[in-house]
């Protein structure tokens, strides 16, 4: 097995959702075309990241950065009907709309500055680090993170992300502790008229032991080689895992 320096939420999600797919990610690398979705996404982080330091307008950052997306990624897996031309549409509106623009006025006022903060969490029980980059860190000191969605998330979606506990154990154990235990998601949708919430949601210092006993039974299984296939979850269609057509899809 190819030598794993680091994990990150990413990848313990990936695992949890399915072995077989980190397997063919992280020790195959079998490069397949990017998930429209992933780049809208990349290129809206990016896009507010350069609205948020620079004071860029919003419209003129997408652009630019929908350019950039697509220069990094020149295989993408466009559905039926869809173009390069049509998904740039789809961040033009984020853009403009004015509950975007609102949420993220509040969010300029409440900012100092810290962008895509690196954060590293030391597992008991596990050899390497897990490594993240949170979006933002307000004047407050509550980390946070600009999401892109099919439809608004519900409250239940937020408070049930794992994210935000990777993140807040990780400062914590930095010795910073000014979040309070609190994590916001940034959140927009994609719809035809985008709407923008920002959630906030708590967690305890107790979780985290649950999370490094969850950290560390996955690499106890990546340690020993064991990449079990999912084939009951959401991810396991041709829509939503880019590697379907090396597994499943060879049999269909």
């Not at 990349?42 to 609205?51: I, L, M, Q, R, Y």
């Amino acid at each position: 097995m190819a030598a794993i320096q680091h994990l990150s939420y990413s990848s313990v999600s990936t695992y949890l959702l399915c072995g077989h797919a980190w397997y063919l990610r992280y020790v195959e690398r079998v490069q397949v075309p990017t998930a429209p979705a992933l780049v809208v996404g990349s290129a809206w982080h990016d896009a507010v990241e350069e609205h948020l330091r620079n004071g860029t307008d919003l419209g003129a950052a997408w652009a630019q950065a929908w350019r950039a997306q697509l220069e990094r990624n020149p295989e993408v897996a466009w559905e039926v009907g869809e173009t390069a031309e049509t998904t740039a549409t789809v961040g033009e509106r984020m853009a403009a709309a004015k509950p975007v623009t609102n949420m993220l006025a509040e969010v300029r006022a409440n900012f100092d500055g810290v962008l895509e903060r690196r954060v590293e969490l030391h597992v008991p029980g596990v050899p390497i680090p897990v490594v993240g980059y949170i979006d933002i860190v307000t004047k407050d000191g509550i980390p946070g993170d600009f999401k892109t969605a099919a439809r608004m998330w519900s409250d239940g979606k937020a408070e049930d992300s794992l994210q935000p506990l990777f993140y807040l154990a990780a400062l914590n154990q930095a010795g910073e502790h000014g979040h309070g235990w609190r994590f916001r998601h940034y959140v927009v949708t994609k719809a035809v008229k985008p709407t923008a919430k920002t959630f906030e949601v708590e967690h305890t210092p107790g979780q985290v032991f649950w999370l490094f006993e969850m950290i560390e039974s996955v690499w106890r299984a990546i340690d020993a080689q064991v990449y079990p296939r999912n084939p009951s979850t959401w991810k396991c269609s041709p829509r939503y895992c880019e590697y379907y057509p090396l597994c499943r899809g060879r049999y269909g």
